[in-house]
């Protein structure tokens, strides 16, 4: 089973849309979490960390639930500059290393 | 400040041929991180080191694939020789501890 499983899309939205991403992680001893944004033939960048009590940055809102081990991102009033690949990252504890998911990929249209 | 530099950014060899892909962490991190990034399989840790000393190499292929990293500002990493199948996008990244990882704008290798 892989550490982080997320839906690889597409999710092809219009623009000012809301959109949602799941993933899910198998580690129950996993301590960190992060999205972070892939654009394409580019280097993955973190975008936001995520933490136990949820948390927002400006559209960007992200939550954990450590009992169903699951992690969300909400992106609300999509842009276009949003389209991009949407990375479920998970790190554990006592360990520098992280397991990414597969990506998400977003496209917000016009 | 500079980020992560890799070099090259593009690498297209044959079949056989050996190929050394370098990576200069941020000033200052202490862990480095080489990935490999294919459509099929994503984003895969291959391995990492600790204050220059490899931690966790369980991602390595095979033995054609060796990684060193002799001081802190300089890591290579060595397939030898290659193959088609390792045709993909390498990232170096660098952290400080179990921070934010930074990456480098990877290496796209092609192996004919």
């Known amino acids: 089973r892989k550490e982080v499983e997320q839906d690889p899309g597409p999710f092809n939205v219009p623009e000012g849309a809301t959109v949602a991403f799941n993933c899910t992680y198998s580690n129950s001893a996993s301590q960190s979490f992060f999205w972070y944004r892939q654009d394409c033939r580019k280097e993955p960048k973190l975008l936001m960390s995520?933490?136990?009590s949820g948390n927002e940055d400006g559209r960007f809102t992200a939550q954990l639930n450590r009992a169903s081990q699951y992690i969300s991102l909400l992106i609300r009033d999509s842009k276009l500059s949003d389209s991009a690949t949407y990375l479920c990252v998970v790190g554990q504890t006592g360990a520098n290393n992280l397991f990414f998911g597969t990506g998400t990929r977003l496209t917000v249209i016009p | 400040d500079a980020g992560v530099i890799q070099s090259p950014r593009h690498e297209v060899t044959e079949m056989g041929q050996e190929v050394t892909l370098r990576c200069k962490p941020i000033?200052?991190?202490?862990?480095l991180f080489w990935y490999r990034q294919t459509m099929m399989r994503g984003l895969e840790l291959l391995i990492y080191?600790?204050?220059?000393?490899?931690?966790?190499d369980s991602g390595m292929p095979e033995d054609r694939f060796s990684a060193k990293m002799p001081n802190a500002s300089f890591s290579t990493l060595k397939i030898q020789p290659s193959e088609p199948r390792d045709s993909a996008v390498y990232f170096c990244?660098?952290?400080?501890?179990?921070?934010?990882?930074?990456f480098g704008p990877g290496t796209r290798l092609t192996v004919l």
């Open positions: 995520v933490y136990s």
């Open positions: 000033s200052g991190h202490n862990s």
């Open positions: 080191f600790n204050n220059n000393v490899p931690i966790d």
């Open positions: 990244a660098s952290s400080l501890g179990s921070g934010t990882q930074y």
